[in-house]
């Protein structure tokens, strides 16, 4: 028997892999784990059962198994990105999902007895793009000015055959469509507050229990039983004709569902295009997307909905110039407002990538002005808010956002609602309104949990952790990066994974947790690596930076800083060159080598931050400076730099760079034995709850300087419980001249206590 899978054909017996060229060069360990993936397909095979297969774990890391993939997908041309064939599941392993089929070599084309047989629900999954797509297409469900005299008619999704699976989607885009093109009724979708007395037409879509990857659809009427009333399609485009004939029959609409504004298209292969390349932009698949829209438009040019997906697909690919065209080419043939809100919306996100925000801007006004209902005003000025967010004019920002949130509780469209939230809430972040933020991230929690949209839940949560660290509440942060990180595994997004990785990284080193934090940061990079991803290698690479610095694996933290410059030099990233460039400079300090560092290389990183990289650099760099003048016994010096950090950082009220000023000047404090000072700086760093590390131990010196050695040493036994791996030799000198002048054995555990 022989595995065809996409273009190619696997011969376990003989070993051989064959493309549409012919026999391709893949050989060794390379072809084996492919045959290991083939025939598990479509199981996700780990690590270590291919390590077993193949290799039997003769010695053997899991990087081998890293370098085999990108040569099994090198002879495939395949893409880390935009898998066709084999995908990486990130904690479990590989999986090949391509579809697989056993053929005998004697009776080519014709699957074997084993595979014929297949159960209804690998044709449901098979579905999921229709579903994807569906649904993205339900997000804009009300179409341009209509006469408010007209009918409303609702679509209500029926249940039976599995059509629930399907019915609420088709439902949405059939209401969508007609109210879109036909112009002589409103569309919308039966819920609990559908009028009594309303015109309701029953819809439903399902998948048949044939192995043709059939559909059914059932349009009003009495359902007898679960297989009667329902007619079978084996082509999308009939299927969605006829429903529309269906519908505008049943509501004595004589006139033929119009085709002018391109909504829909006559070409089977046009159709069922449109709805891979919709699922493949879901996907993340951009370059994939591109291809298959391009195809759809070749078959049927005036399709100018698949032509508006493949600007989307442009624009999330980068190529902008190629997006703008494409809307151009609609904006030329459509007057309609449906296209002019779409067009123009879109536009102005392409224009803003491109960084002409005066463009933009324009752009979203004339989507504005186009769009007809509070839902599309309110998406349009959310993205009006984020703009302004992002150029800096962050009251401008606050007065869009804060209408998008009116108009979109008053739509009550429950995904425009959550999104403009979710934007407020990073606007008063920007503005240091930590507490304020976090009111209207609840209500977007709650909103996309109970709409069921885990992507945009887990977006909401993961912005509600940052809020949480910047307040210093280190350990709700890592609780609800957890939570973050389990959903977007569930979810498969990989990126999201090594991004929430990432997070956890930085609190875990915090906490003095350092192999923990370790593992997070690497198995972070490790799914940036597979995936190819420039900006999250980098951010990996400064992940484990922190940590080899803070272990002291000084020649390790080089190699990760340089690597991490090298990144962000090759996608011209100035702002993390900018932080590559001071972690370098902080690996040689701590190293004993900053005599090496002059005055002009911090003016110069000065110049940039503020240019490249805002006040929150600033703050970064001036914590590296007060640093260098302490390492010199420049307390003089160190501060200054240190009141100037906290003077930004309590305007900015990025309480970590408050708690770490405080502490520094504390540390002086104590230094000069200023001690009602350090006290009073010990107490206001605790309002921004410090790391317990040295806070505990900056106490424990306090009470030692004051004279009282038995509080000094119950502090000082807190701070080498709490400190993890943040506890240094000299930290435990301490705690043992302590134990000693108080009598007391600090490796016994025996610590004083109240009289």
Not at 693 to 712: I, K, N, S, V
């Amino acid at each position: 028997m022989i595995f065809r899978f996409g273009k190619f054909h696997l011969d376990p017996v003989r070993e051989t892999l064959t493309g549409p060229d012919g026999i391709v060069a893949l050989r060794g360990h390379a072809l084996l784990v492919l045959k290991v993936l083939v025939e598990r397909s479509p199981e996700v095979v780990s690590k270590d059962e291919i390590l077993d297969a193949v290799w039997g774990h003769d010695a053997l890391s899991e990087n081998s198994i890293a370098q085999v993939i990108k040569d099994i997908r090198l002879a495939l041309g395949d893409n880390a990105k935009n898998p066709e064939y084999v995908v990486t599941r990130y904690g479990r392993g590989y999986q090949c999902i391509a579809r697989v089929e056993l053929i005998d070599p004697d009776f080519r084309g014709e699957e074997s007895q084993a595979h014929k047989k297949k159960p209804r629900w690998p044709w449901l999954l098979a579905l999921a793009p229709l579903v994807i797509a569906l649904v993205w297409l339900a997000m804009a469900r009300q179409p341009g000015p209509i006469p408010a005299d007209l009918e409303t008619v609702y679509l209500k999704p029926v249940s039976g055959q599995d059509a629930e699976l399907l019915s609420e989607s088709f439902a949405e885009y059939l209401a969508f469509a007609l109210g879109s093109s036909s112009g002589t009724k409103r569309f919308a979708i039966a819920d609990g507050n559908t009028p009594s007395d309303a015109r309701v037409i029953n819809v439903g879509l399902a998948a048949t229990d044939g192995n043709d990857g059939s559909l059914a659809v059932f349009i009003d009427g009495e359902m007898v039983s679960e297989k009667q009333s329902w007619q079978v399609f084996n082509e999308t485009s009939e299927l969605l004709e006829v429903s529309f004939d269906q519908i505008l029959s049943t509501l004595e609409v004589e006139e033929e569902i119009k085709l002018e504004a391109g909504l829909v298209s006559r070409s089977d292969y046009a159709t069922r295009t449109l709805l891979r390349g919709m699922a493949a932009i879901h996907a993340g698949e951009t370059q994939r997307a591109v291809t298959l829209l391009e195809a759809c438009l070749a078959d049927d040019p005036d399709f100018d909905f698949a032509r508006y997906e493949l600007a989307i697909a442009f624009r999330r690919n980068g190529e902008y110039e190629s997006a703008l065209a494409n809307l151009a080419v609609i904006e030329w043939r459509s007057a309609l407002p449906f296209w002019a809100y779409r067009i123009y919306n879109t536009k102005g996100i392409t224009l803003w990538r491109m960084g002409r925000s005066e463009e933009a801007i324009s752009a979203y006004e004339i989507a504005l002005e186009a769009a007809s209902d509070d839902a599309h005003k309110a998406t349009v000025l959310t993205n009006l808010g984020i703009l302004n967010r992002d150029i800096g004019s962050l009251e401008q920002a606050e007065t869009y956002t804060t209408r998008a949130v009116e108009l979109a509780d008053r739509a009550d469209d429950p995904r425009t609602m959550g999104s403009a939230r979710n934007t407020l809430a990073s606007i008063y972040m920007r503005t240091g309104r930590l507490e304020e933020a976090l009111p209207p991230l609840e209500v977007a929690r709650e909103i996309f949990y109970e709409t069921g949209n885990r992507a945009f839940h887990a977006a909401v949560v993961s912005r509600t952790a940052k809020i949480h660290e910047r307040l210093g509440n280190r350990s709700m942060a890592i609780q609800l990066n957890r939570l973050v990180l389990g959903a977007r595994e569930q979810l498969g997004d990989e990126l999201g994974v090594s991004s929430t990785l990432y997070r956890l990284a930085d609190l875990e080193l915090a906490e003095g947790r350092f192999a923990q934090s370790r593992e997070f940061a690497q198995r972070g990079l490790n799914i940036a690596t597979d995936l190819e991803d420039t900006q999250m290698m980098m951010d990996g690479n400064f992940a484990l930076g922190e940590v080899a610095l803070a272990e002291r694996r000084y020649n390790d933290a080089q190699l990760y800083a340089r690597e991490a410059q090298r990144l962000a030099s090759l996608r011209a990233y100035p702002a993390s060159e900018l932080d590559a460039a001071v972690m370098k400079l902080r690996i040689s300090l701590e190293s004993g080598q900053g005599d090496a560092i002059d005055q002009e290389q911090i003016e110069s990183l000065r110049v940039r931050s503020d240019a490249e990289g805002g006040r929150t650099k600033l703050l970064n760099l001036g914590m590296f400076e007060a640093r260098l003048h302490a390492l010199r016994n420049e307390d003089f010096e160190a501060r200054n730099v240190l009141e100037r950090v906290l003077e930004s950082a309590s305007e900015l009220n990025e309480r970590k760079y408050q708690a770490r000023a405080l502490v520094g000047l504390a540390k002086l404090a104590l230094e000069r034995n200023e001690l009602a000072q350090a006290a009073n700086n010990i107490r206001e760093a605790a309002e921004f709850n410090p790391p317990d590390y040295p806070y505990f131990l900056l106490q424990a010196r306090l009470q030692a300087a004051q004279g009282r050695t038995e509080d000094a040493l119950a502090l000082a036994y807190e701070a080498r419980e709490k400190s993890g791996g943040w506890w240094q030799a000299e930290d435990q000198e301490f705690l043992d001249a302590l134990s000693s002048q108080a009598g007391y054995s600090s490796e016994s555990g025996r610590v004083p206590g109240p009289d």
